[in-house]
C-alpha cells in the first residue's frame, strides 16, 4: 500500500511529557476530522525486511474522531513595535532609514520599515522592489498608493544605508541611497525627490514593522526581508541622509536628541527577542518567527569573533523569508497522559475516520513521555537525541546539495515525506539546509510538523533508535526514557536516578550543559553505555527565549553542508561558541573514549577483537563469542555493525589514558572517507583502504566511583542488534555489557591511569 | 564557493566509448566497482540538483518511480515516466542509461543496454 504520511500534520507543545503531566496537539488537514490513537513505540521501521513495525494502542480519553482545521504555515521573521501612533509621521518633517545588507533580491518586493499595510493601502514603508530598487510605499486617501522609486539597484551581499525624508509641508519626498565603500569599490550615492500626493494616508492604524509588510490587521505579514538590517532609526526634523546616517545613537548623560523619534539599537539584548528603542519614547518592540541576531553589522571590524566582546559591531539582525519558529496553531487535543503509562517514544496516529476510512491515510506526531514524579523508575535510562532530532527536522538534504548523490552513492531515494517538503517549503528545514537565500539554517523548533522524526518516516536518527528500544523489549530488560533536552534542563539530576544511561545510535547535538551532565554522572558512578557513532559531536544550544529551537553555529570545520559566515560563529542564543566540541576542548573522547572520524557510504565493516580485549577488565564482554569471530558482518539496512558515520579512540583528543580498546573495525572501503578535522593537508591516502584513522573502535574504561564507560563508535551497531532474530554476537555483546553494567557491583579504575 | 557546494567541481570527461565501464556497471550496479567506473559515477551523480533524476519510494524497499528535482522550491514534483521499478539495482541501471544519453549525447548498443 501506498501512504499518505501528510494529509494531517501536527505537533505537540512540549516535546517530552512528563507521565500525569497534559501535552497539547495542534493538528492541520484539508479533511475536517481526525481519528486519533495513541502508540507507544516498540520498533518505529516500517521495512518488512526489519524487526518490524511493533507498537502497543494505548486506549486515552482521546481515541476517537476530532474536528481538524487546515491550519496555515506562515514563515517569516520581523520585528513588530506597538506605537499608539508615534510612529506615524505628523507636522512638517520625518526622516528614516537603516543600514541595509540584502542577502536575495527577487520574487517579491522585500519591506525595510514601515507600517504599509497591503489590503488597507494605508501607512508608508520603504521596501526593495524585485529588482532592488529603493521604493517609499504610501497611501492615498483615494485611489491606488503611490510609490517612488529611486533608479540605482542595491546589489546583494553589499552594505548600504537607505533612507527616505518626508517634508509634509512643502509635499516632498527624498529617497536617498548611500553605499559605503568595500574592497576595491568606493563610496556611492544617490538620491531623487518627488512630489507627494494631495492626500497621503501614513496611518494603517497598525504596529510599525521591521522587514514586513502587514497583509492585513490580524498580525499577518507579507514581504519579508531577505537579509540582514542594522540600526532603523527615526527622525521629526529634517535631516539629509548622510546626517540621518551618522546619528550614532549613543546616549550621552542629560542629552537628549532633537528630532530623535526612534532608534533601535539590535545589539541590545542579541541572546533576547526584544528589540531596544534609544530614545526617549521607549518604542521597544519584539522579534517573531526568530531571526538570526549575534550576526555581523556594517561596523564589524574583524578583530573580534564574538558578538559578547563587541556587541556594537554585532549590531544587524539577519532576518529570513522561510524563518520559522512556531506554526502557532490552534490546539486540536490534549492528552493528559495517564501517571501510570510506561515512559517511551510515543505517537499520534492520525487516520481518516468516519464510515468509509481511507486506509492509505496514515499520519504521526512524535512526543516522548518520561517518568513521571510517581513513576518508579528502571535502572537503566535510554536518553532520546532530541537535540539531534531536531537538527535533522525536515532535513532536505537529498533534495538540495549539490554533492548528495555522490556521497550516498546510489539514485537518491525519496521518500513521500521529501515530495511534501519540495512542495510545501513553508513548513521550514533542518540545520543542515539552507536558507532561500543562501544562508544556512541555525535554527530547528520542534512547534512546527517534522515529518523525519516518525514512523513511516525517514529511518535516520529517530527510527533507526527505536530498532535499540525494540531489543531491549525482547530481551525483557526494563528501561525509562527521557530526552536530552531534560539533560538540557536538569543537568545530571536527570540522570541521577539511574545506574545505567545508554545513548542511541546518533546523539550529534549536545549543548554545554547536555554534556556537563553526562561527565558528572559518570564520575558520580554511573554507567553509560554509548551505542551510537558521531555522538557528542556539535556544540549546540536551545535558544533561552525560544526554548523549542535548537540553534547551530557550524563554524569553518567539521562535516558540514555549511559554513559560518565570517565572525558569527558564537550562538545568539547563549554566546558560547558554536562549531565542533572537539575545538571546545572537548572531544567526544574526553567523554566516551571514541570520536567522529569517518563516514562510510559504502560497504559496512564488522569489528574484530584486539590484543587489549584480553584483559580481565573486559572478560564479560565478550562471554559467549569466540576470540577470533568477526563481529556485526550482519546488520539491517546497513549489512554491517561498522558503517554510516563511525568513531575512534584518540588519546591526545583525550580519551582516558586507561580506556581499552577492546575491537575494532575491518573491511572498509574506498567510501570510507575521514571527516574533515581527521585532515590537515589534502594527501593521497585519505580513504578506508589506506588511512588508519578511518575505522570505528569499541571502548571501555572504568571511571570514578565505580562507573563505566562503552562505547561502539558506530550509528549502524544497533541496526545489528536484530540480526537471526536477536541471536548474534552484536546482541551477546551488547547483552553482556548491560547486565554487567546494571550489576551494583562497582567497577574499579587500574591504579595506574 | 567550496567543492562541496559548486555543481561544476568535477572535471571527470565520460568517453562514450568506454562500453567497457557500462558493463561492469551492468554487471553490479551497487556493487564496488573500479577506479575508473567510481570517477564516471561519482561525475555523473555530481551537479546542481535542479533537475537531478531521482526516485520517488512508492512503497520502501518495494516500489520506485523516476521524478526529477524542480527548479524552484514550492513546484509539483512530478513522474518522468510510467515505469514502477521494483528494485534499487533495476532503478540504477534505469537511470545510468538515461543519464549517459543526455551527458554523451550516445546511445547505447542494444546488446549491452537491455533490461538486467
Known amino acids: 500500500m501506498i501512504y499518505k504520511t501528510n494529509e494531517y500534520l501536527g505537533y505537540p507543545d512540549r516535546i517530552s511529557v512528563p507521565a500525569g503531566e497534559a501535552v497539547r496537539f495542534q493538528l492541520s488537514s484539508k479533511r475536517p476530522s481526525v481519528k486519533v490513537e495513541v502508540l507507544r513505540l516498540r520498533c518505529g521501521d516500517v521495512d518488512a525486511s526489519g524487526p518490524g513495525f511493533k507498537y502497543e494502542v494505548m486506549a486515552s480519553p482521546l481515541d476517537g474522531e476530532h474536528a481538524c482545521l487546515d491550519q496555515p504555515i506562515r514563515p517569516g521573521s520581523n520585528a513588530v513595535i506597538d506605537h499608539d501612533g508615534a510612529l506615524v509621521p505628523t507636522g512638517g518633517h520625518w526622516c528614516f532609514g537603516a543600514y541595509v545588507y540584502p542577502t536575495r533580491i527577487a520574487d517579491n518586493a522585500k519591506a525595510v520599515l514601515g507600517n504599509w499595510c497591503e489590503r488597507s493601502a494605508r501607512g508608508y514603508a520603504l521596501e526593495l522592489d524585485e529588482e532592488g530598487h529603493l521604493v517609499l510605499v504610501l497611501g492615498q486617501a483615494s485611489g491606488a498608493p503611490a510609490r517612488f522609486t529611486l533608479d540605482v539597484k542595491l546589489r546583494p551581499r553589499v552594505w548600504a544605508f537607505v533612507s527616505c525624508a518626508l517634508d509634509l509641508a512643502q509635499g516632498s519626498v527624498t529617497l536617498s541611497l548611500i553605499v559605503p565603500a568595500d574592497g576595491v569599490r568606493p563610496a556611492a550615492a544617490c538620491s531623487k525627490s518627488f512630489a507627494l500626493p494631495q492626500t497621503p494616508a501614513l496611518d494603517s492604524g497598525l504596529p510599525f514593522l521591521i522587514a514586513a509588510h502587514h497583509v492585513n490587521g490580524d498580525r499577518q505579514y507579507t514581504s519579508h526581508f531577505d537579509g540582514k538590517i542594522e540600526s532603523p532609526r527615526v527622525f521629526s526634523c529634517p535631516l539629509d541622509a548622510e546626517a540621518l546616517r551618522v546619528f550614532d545613537g549613543r546616549l550621552r548623560t542629560g542629552v537628549s536628541d532633537a528630532g530623535l523619534v526612534a532608534f533601535w539599537d539590535f545589539s541590545n539584548g542579541i541572546s533576547s527577542l526584544s528589540i531596544k528603542d534609544l530614545s526617549p519614547n521607549n518604542l521597544h518592540g519584539s522579534l517573531r518567527q526568530l531571526p538570526r541576531r549575534g550576526v555581523t553589522g556594517f561596523h564589524w571590524s574583524g578583530s573580534v569573533h564574538d558578538w559578547r566582546l563587541s556587541p556594537q559591531e554585532y549590531a544587524a539582525i539577519h532576518f529570513h523569508s522561510d524563518d520559522i519558529y512556531d506554526c502557532e496553531w490552534q490546539t486540536t487535543c490534549t492528552l493528559d497522559v495517564p501517571a501510570h503509562w510506561r515512559s517511551g517514544v510515543y505517537a499520534l496516529r492520525l487516520t481518516s475516520g468516519g464510515n468509509n476510512p481511507d486506509r492509505d491515510c496514515e499520519s504521526y506526531v512524535t512526543f516522548f513521555v518520561t517518568p513521571g514524579r510517581a513513576s518508579r523508575r528502571a535502572d537503566l535510562v535510554v536518553v532520546a537525541s532530541v537535540a539531534t532530532y531536531l537538527a535533522y527536522a525536515n532535513s532536505a538534504l537529498r533534495l538540495y546539495q549539490v554533492h548528495f548523490e555522490t556521497l550516498m552513492e546510489h539514485v537518491l531515494w525519496l521518500p513521500q515525506d521529501d515530495v511534501f517538503m519540495q512542495e510545501n517549503p513553508e513548513i521550514g528545514q533542518s540545520t543542515y539546509d539552507c536558507h532561500v537565500d543562501g544562508s544556512g539554517r541555525a535554527y530547528s523548533s520542534w512547534l512546527r510538523p517534522i515529518l523525519n522524526m516518525r514512523p513511516r518516516g525517514y529511518w535516520f536518527n529517530l527510527v533507526n533508535d527505536t530498532h535499540i528500544l525494540d531489543w531491549l523489549e525482547e530481551k525483557g530488560i526494563a528501561y525509562d526514557l527521557i530526552t536530552d533536552v531534560e539533560l538540557d534542563r536538569e543537568g545530571a539530576r536527570a540522570l541521577a536516578p539511574y545506574r545505567v544511561m545508554m545513548t542511541p545510535t546518533h546523539p550529534e547535538y549536545f549543548s554545554f550543559s547536555m554534556m556537563n551532565a553526562i561527565m558528572a554522572y559518570q564520575n558520580a558512578g554511573g554507567r553509560h553505555i554509548s551505542m551510537g557513532g558521531n555522538a557528542f559531536y556539535w556544540r549546540c544550544g536551545f535558544h533561552p527565549a525560544a526554548p523549542a529551537a535548537l540553534e547551530v553555529r557550524r563554524g569553518m570545520a567539521g562535516t558540514r553542508t555549511w559554513e559560518s559566515e565570517p565572525g558569527e560563529v558564537h550562538l545568539a542564543g547563549t554566546g558560547e561558541p558554536g562549531s565542533l566540541w572537539r575545538h571546545s576542548g572537548f572531544a567526544p573522547q574526553k567523554l566516551v573514549g571514541v570520536g567522529f572520524s569517518a563516514m562510510i557510504n559504502d560497504t559496512c565493516g564488522y569489528y574484530l577483537r584486539t590484543a587489549e580485549s584480553e584483559d580481565a577488565r573486559v572478560a564479560f564482554t565478550f562471554e559467549g563469542t569466540g576470540r577470533h569471530e568477526k563481529f556485526g558482518d550482519f546488520g539491517f539496512r546497513y549489512n554491517g555493525a561498522v558503517g554510516s558515520e563511525i568513531d575512534r579512540y584518540d588519546l591526545e583528543l583525550g580519551t582516558p589514558p586507561h580506556a581499552l580498546r577492546i575491537a575494532t573495525s575491518e573491511g572498509l572501503g574506498a567510501g570510507a572517507l575521514p571527516t574533515p578535522e581527521e585532515f590537515r593537508t589534502v594527501v593521497d591516502g585519505l580513504d578506508g583502504t589506506q588511512n588508519a584513522l578511518v575505522r570505528a573502535d569499541m571502548v571501555f574504561f572504568e571511571t570514578a566511583h565505580g562507573g563505566a564507560v562503552f562505547a561502539t563508535g558506530s550509528i549502524t551497531y544497533g541496526m545489528s542488534l536484530g540480526h537471526n532474530n536477536y541471536d548474534n554476537n552484536i546482541s551477546t555483546i551488547t547483552l553482556n555489557v548491560v547486565n554487567r553494567f546494571l550489576d551494583p557491583r562497582p567497577f574499579v579504575m587500574p591504579a595506574k591511569t | ?116
Open chain 2, 1 to 116: 564557493m567550496d567543492h562541496t557546494s559548486d555543481p561544476g567541481a568535477l572535471r571527470y570527461v565520460i568517453d562514450p566509448r568506454r562500453l567497457d565501464l557500462v558493463e561492469e556497471f551492468r554487471a553490479s550496479p551497487l556493487g564496488v566497482h573500479s577506479p575508473e567506473l567510481r570517477k564516471l559515477l561519482a561525475r555523473m551523480r555530481w551537479g546542481k540538483p535542479e533537475g537531478r533524476l531521482v526516485l520517488i519510494v512508492l512503497e520502501p524497499g518495494k516500489a520506485w518511480r523516476l521524478s526529477r528535482i524542480p527548479n524552484r522550491r514550492g513546484d509539483r514534483m512530478p513522474f518522468v515516466d510510467d515505469r514502477v521499478l521494483t528494485s534499487l539495482v533495476e532503478a540504477e541501471w534505469h537511470v545510468f542509461k538515461l543519464r549517459w544519453q543526455e551527458m554523451t549525447g550516445t546511445t547505447l548498443p542494444a546488446e549491452i543496454s537491455g533490461d538486467l
